[in-house]
């Protein structure tokens, strides 16, 4: 059974694992190419993307491909999109394999915000320094602000915040790692992206214990997709799509 995962996420790679020893599927994994340095991966492995919903489309018709996995990041929309009319207009099943949502709790103190740049405007008020930890993509609304930033990216951005700390590091991390940081630093507010998964969500239980004020941008609206939540239920749904299609 060919099976196509948009990949780029510890789901992802965690489902390739399974998939890769599993005779039952030959499956290829598809990165969008956006990390310099990607882990190694167990499957066959294409860079870069297909060319909008029309090119997907097409190659899921080319290689025969059966069923599709959107293990991509939550807040990678365009491809999410794209992946849900491309498997429309081919015919093909898909399933979104993701994280549930982080939510707030006892001692938290957030501020959730829809966007990146309403995220730069909730920052009045707030105290410095301010640790971003949104992907190194994201920082164009923070640029020209007259802030202290900490910013923690897995590759180095194109472009800082004036006077900005730099940490390039990467997942997954410990709650007294992160307070041990976030002290170091002097961090009074924290930025992230509602990525859910449990990879990154000690930065929020240390935030939780020094106290610090966390401004939370919202997931994308979630299209119409079936959603799992671990790798081993995406290859149950592919198994029991195999055994109802023969």
């Not at 002097?186 to 992230?192: K, S």
């Not at 401004?215 to 029991?240: E, F, H, I, N």
Request: charged share 20%.
């Amino acid at each position: 059974m060919r099976v196509l995962v948009l990949g780029g996420t510890t789901e992802a790679r965690q489902l390739a694992g399974l998939l890769a020893g599993d005779d039952r599927f030959r499956a290829t994994l598809s990165l969008a190419g956006r990390t310099r340095d990607p882990a190694p991966q167990p499957l066959p492995t294409r860079i870069g993307g297909f060319g909008g919903v029309a090119g997907l489309a097409d190659y899921l018709r080319a290689e025969g491909v059966r069923a599709v996995i959107d293990a991509t990041h939550p807040f990678a929309a365009q491809i999410s999109v794209n992946a849900e009319a491309a498997c429309a207009a081919a015919h093909v099943p898909l399933v979104v394999l993701t994280r549930r949502p982080w939510t707030a709790g006892a001692g938290d103190d957030w501020r959730v915000v829809p966007t990146m740049a309403a995220a730069a405007q909730a920052l009045a008020g707030l105290p410095d320094t301010v640790f971003l930890t949104v992907g190194r993509q994201e920082l164009e609304p923070f640029l020209a602000m007259d802030r202290r930033f900490l910013v923690r990216a897995v590759d180095p951005p194109d472009v800082l915040p004036a006077g900005a700390v730099l940490v390039l590091d990467r997942g997954p991390y410990t709650a007294a790692g992160e307070m041990d940081l976030m002290r170091a630093h002097g961090v009074g507010t924290l930025v992230t992206k509602n990525s859910g998964g449990d990879a990154t969500a000690a930065k929020l239980q240390a935030a939780r214990s020094l106290g610090l004020p966390v401004v939370m941008v919202d997931r994308p609206a979630a299209g119409t997709a079936p959603r799992l939540y671990s790798a081993s239920d995406a290859v149950a749904w592919l198994a029991a799509h195999g055994t109802s299609a023969e």
